[in-house]
RNA sequence: GCCGACGUAGCUCAGCUGGUAGAGCACUUCACUCGUAAUGAAGGGGUCCCCGGUUCGAGUCCGGGCGUCGGCUCCA
């Protein structure tokens, strides 16, 4: 048989010839330094046979920043993590052990709890197993054998692995160590230049908590010690990005035991939120949207009625406002309002679509464990909507909230990821109707050309949701905008609409935020940024810098002059030295400095910009500018 | 809710095996009035998260609670 190389020429084979005998046959060295074969496109474990007319290509230890290279690197590291566990504490039960984003894990069911102290006598181990050298051998057995050696062993997850398993299992050996594995591994430890076991947690077998907790330990593996640093470094420097700590550095909010998980919004942080508030209700009126504003408190029917009660009650905050009377509840959401709202009045289809629009305080009473600086709160602000629309209408009004979310999106330069979550196995309504719903969302995408997966189950108990997903400084992904479809709650609330027919039908409504939650969207603006923020987002747009004393009048004048014009602009006349006072302009991110001495009048103005950069300009071709700048948060 | 770690000045952190707290920055005052990323000196500032326990004595040890951080789970 042949297969093709990368430059295009072909290689003749035995057949039954695997990657290793093909990087053999090309050379020694490759042989040596192979670690994986990727075949038309995926990666193959070298131990395996290649195919006749196979496009093959080899991926070595000097491809060190391959991620399938990586994978397989981390892979066969994460297999040696289990080695070690297994030697210092025997009798503990392995889970699975896969390499992940940066990494790998390996779960693991221990006898006695470990703690982070161990974490170092384990990578030791480790390090000792590499030095000692250890080989993979990979072996094909039947699933029956695959359960019998692991209940031999005493190793149940491991034999609920392969009963679940569908025909043949391959197992990898390295030293005493047998695990169930797909592969693909190294061809032995020698690659591995450096480890680092990184944290400790608990995670749910399968990922259910109704499953036992097993201790996930956390590590990477790289093929240099310097690729480790590099990466240690890069952590390092996304946490200077993180909002928490550009937060308090720059003087935007801070977080208080007094009141968990809800921020405190100082002067500085505010102006950032009221950006958003005033792009969303700018936005919201020109598209036809009504702003509305409806009760914190409610009683326990609306909520029952709604299904929050029975689907979210363990998440909502009660009150009782005097001994014996009847309790309410603080709104965790604002449908409810806005369907008491529609149903106040009697609405004709000539009135549909109605929007209301509301960005209200909500209270959700998240679990414990689960907040998350602004990303996930207990005190949430989300640019809300609900939009009763007749059946007809639906496609429209998706179809314009997606080209919304682009503009508003595109307003911050960043694009998210959009998910189509399906129906979950709690729900409301039947299956007809969600496949209607579902179809519909899935259209609207389609037909928007916009890039989504599939989420199946996540969707809401009364509707499929297209979500859009955005990722913080640490790689994790959060939900920020929402379109869901709902056919559920107007039946639930009796709600209707005289249709031109002269009989009642019900509305469909669209639940949308399109930013979200402005808390977990203001967070994520903070790193996306790093503090950084563009000219018209900026709490602090110009900062005066008056030379000496005698200049103070003069800096004073040009920031009423500025602040007249609709900036934000402040004097730092502190009696510090004027190379203090730049420092702490760009420790804060001011975007424009102006310092003003002698030299300086309304002629010529020596202006710095952000990262150092100066000029000499007059105030009117400032001013020009600064239009320029500020015409990029609201376009015409 | 679960696993692990942590909680000391406004911020970032140090405080060894128990003997009633310290640095840098910030703040105040004084001197300097300065030309593009830190002027110098002096000073003020702490229920060491909370409650209980052990001890002659607890920031330090033990128990409980609250909060935060990294994960898991959850997320209308």
């Not at 109707?433 to 189950?457: F, M, N, T």
Request: overall charge negative; glycine content about 8%; hydrophobic content about 35%.
């Amino acid at each position: 048989m042949k297969v093709v190389l990368p430059d295009s020429s072909e290689l003749e084979l035995a057949d039954g010839a695997t990657g290793l005998d093909a990087a053999r046959a090309i050379g020694p060295k490759l042989a040596e330094q192979a670690v994986l074969a990727r075949v038309d496109g995926s990666t193959r474990d070298l131990r395996l046979p290649l195919a006749d007319g196979e496009h093959v290509q080899f991926l070595t230890t000097r491809d060190t920043e391959d991620p399938d290279a990586l994978y397989a690197l981390r892979h066969s590291t994460a297999h040696l993590l289990a080695e070690a566990v297994m030697r210092l504490h025997p009798g503990v039960k392995i889970a699975i052990g896969p390499p992940i984003a940066d990494g790998f894990y390996y779960d693991f069911e221990f006898a006695e709890p470990i703690s982070e102290a161990d974490l170092e006598t384990i990578e030791e181990e480790i390090r000792r197993e590499i030095a000692e050298g250890r080989e993979w051998v990979r072996e094909e057995v039947s699933r029956e054998d695959a359960i019998a050696r692991f209940e031999a062993e005493e190793q149940p997850y491991k034999v609920e692995l392969a009963r679940d398993a569908d025909g043949d299992i391959s197992l990898y050996t390295q030293g005493a160590f047998t695990d169930l594995c797909r592969g693909p591994h190294l061809q032995n430890a020698k690659p591995i230049k450096a480890v680092k076991l990184t944290s400790l947690a608990g995670a749910y077998w399968r990922g259910d908590e109704r499953n036992t907790q097993l201790t996930r330990i956390y590590g990477t593996a790289f093929f240099s010690q310097a690729d480790l640093d590099a990466h240690l470094e890069r952590l390092e420097q996304a946490r200077a990005r993180d909002h928490r700590r550009l937060g308090t550095q720059l003087d935007l909010f801070h977080l208080s035991d007094h009141s968990p998980g809800s921020p405190f919004w100082h002067p500085k942080g505010m102006v950032l939120w009221n950006a958003l508030e005033d792009l969303r209700r700018r936005e919201n009126r020109k598209r036809g949207y009504l702003e509305v504003k409806t009760p914190l408190l409610y009683d326990i029917q609306t909520y029952i009625t709604s299904g929050h009660y029975d689907n979210y009650r363990e998440n909502m905050f009660f009150v009782q406002p005097h001994e014996g009377e009847e309790p309410l509840a603080l709104k965790p959401m604002n449908c409810p309002g806005h369907m008491l709202l529609f149903g106040s009045q009697l609405r004709s289809y000539r009135d549909l679509p109605i929007r209301y629009a509301e960005s209200s305080t909500l209270h959700r009473d998240e679990r414990g464990g689960t907040l998350h600086g602004l990303l996930r709160v207990k005190h949430i602000t989300q640019d809300d909507a609900h939009v009763f629309v007749t059946e007809d209408q639906i496609q429209g009004e998706i179809d314009a909230m997606i080209d919304f979310v682009n503009f508003l999106y595109e307003r911050f330069g960043v694009t998210p990821r959009a998910e189509l979550s399906t129906r979950p196995e709690s729900r409301l309504g039947s299956d007809e109707q969600w496949d209607h719903a579902e179809a519909a969302l899935e259209a609207a995408l389609k037909r928007r050309d916009l890039e989504y997966v599939i989420s199946p189950g996540e969707g809401t108990f009364y509707g499929p949701k297209i979500d859009l997903h955005m990722t913080d400084v640490l790689g994790r992904s959060w939900q920020m905008g929402t379109i869901q479809l709902d056919y559920q709650m107007p039946v639930q609330f009796g709600l209707t609409y005289m249709g031109p027919d002269n009989r009642e039908h019900a509305p469909v409504v669209i639940h949308r935020a399109l930013l979200g939650s402005l808390e977990r969207f203001l967070g994520i603006l903070v790193e996306h940024y790093g503090g950084a923020f563009p000219f018209w987002l900026s709490p602090v747009q110009v900062r005066v810098i008056p030379v000496g004393e005698g200049h103070r009048e003069a800096a004073e004048s040009l920031r009423a002059r500025l602040d007249t014009e609709g900036y934000r602009v402040e004097v730092d006349d502190r009696d510090d030295t004027l190379g203090k006072r730049i420092r702490d302009a760009e420790l804060e991110k001011v975007p424009f400095v102006i310092v003003y001495g002698d030299r300086e009048s309304d002629a010529a103005l020596a202006v710095r910009e952000r990262g150092g950069e100066q000029s000499t300009i007059s105030l009117d071709a400032l001013l020009e500018r600064f239009r320029g700048l500020a015409a990029e948060g609201d376009p015409a």
